[in-house]
């Protein structure tokens, strides 16, 4: 009965996506094609309702990177044991100090003299735990006379956290929505021959209010062409709502070209050469105020679905012969 009851859940999420009126078969013919994407193809439900698949041939569907295409491409490319290079955030801070562009601290190693140099230096810190993802348990923590500063670094600490310095981002793109730091998503693959392919690249955009600028978190994402470092495409959010204009801002959002974009290009392609047991990266990049080129955070299995949602093409072709290329050198 609990199968059943999921499947009708599965069926309604489908047909509600269409944005048609449909009568009990076309409902149900929907959910079949889902479950035979799903079981013969390994495509999960927000995949098939994302890419919108129910309006899509076969062929075309193929095309994308879907589950179990991403886990071919994490499998081959990188190497589980060093993770942690990306999965703790004090470690990829050491490892990547180079592209840091602010002063950060570990709450758990670090000393409370050197807590007290940072606030008395920034009004504002940026706060995240070491191993946290998708911006959850992110915040920004007020410095000021009014903090009792002993009783905060001992919270920190019991919150394994890691605190920044906020970055202070380009006036360009804080133009877009000034409460959040709006970063660049750039996907890099280090292929069999070293060299670094940009396999993707989107913008993020926070909402007026939001401290994170996270896709899965209500942000807006819209797609670069990494040639030139120009959005091209509407800006679109977790409920595939499509924007011309930021709506908060009012910024229009196709057509921006993103500041020191080879500069930016040029040090992510140096980055990706630093783990190369790690291959398929996911780098988080901001720009700041002067155009620095400032790393945010690397992930090792970034999501596949934030750079093929804005402009609705899959880019498995992309990635299936740098992926063999790679299998044959195991």
Not at 98 to 115: C, H, L, P, S, V
Request: net charge positive.
């Amino acid at each position: 009965m609990g199968y059943i009851k999921k499947l009708k859940r599965m069926r309604n999420t489908i047909a509600k996506r269409t944005g048609y009126k449909l009568n009990e078969i076309e409902k149900s013919k929907l959910l079949i094609d889902y479950l035979w994407e799903h079981y013969v193809h390994g495509v999960v439900l927000i995949e098939y309702n994302q890419y919108e698949f129910y309006k899509k041939k076969s062929r075309e569907r193929r095309e994308y990177v879907c589950f179990r295409e991403f886990e071919k491409i994490i499998e081959v490319a990188n190497k589980k044991e060093d993770y942690k290079y990306f999965d703790n955030k004090a470690l990829f801070n050491k490892t990547f100090s180079e592209f840091m562009g602010r002063k950060w601290i570990n709450a758990t190693k670090d000393t409370y003299e050197q807590f007290c140099e940072l606030c008395a230096t920034n009004d504002k810190l940026f706060v995240k735990p070491v191993d946290g993802m998708c911006g959850r348990g992110a915040y920004m923590l007020e410095t000021g006379k009014g903090m009792d500063t002993e009783a905060v670094y001992k919270r920190l600490i019991s919150e394994k956290a890691i605190v920044e310095e906020v970055v202070s981002q380009h006036n360009e793109i804080a133009d877009f929505n000034g409460s959040s730091v709006n970063t660049l998503r750039i996907v890099t693959m280090l292929c069999a021959d070293d060299t670094v392919k940009i396999m993707a690249a989107v913008i993020r955009l926070g909402r007026a209010g939001q401290i994170v600028d996270n896709f899965h978190n209500y942000g807006i994402v819209a797609l670069i062409d990494s040639e030139t470092g120009v959005i091209k495409t509407t800006g679109v959010d977790r409920d595939f709502k499509r924007y011309v204009v930021h709506p908060d801002s009012g910024k229009v959002i196709p057509g921006f070209k993103i500041p020191s974009w080879n500069n930016i290009v040029s040090a992510i392609k140096k980055a990706a050469h630093y783990i190369p047991t790690v291959r398929y990266v996911g780098w988080d990049i901001a720009v700041g105020k002067n155009g620095e080129v400032i790393m945010i955070e690397g992930n090792k299995s970034a999501d596949h679905d934030v750079t093929q949602v804005a402009d609705q093409i899959g880019k498995w072709s992309k990635y299936k012969p740098i992926i063999e290329e790679l299998e044959k050198r195991k």
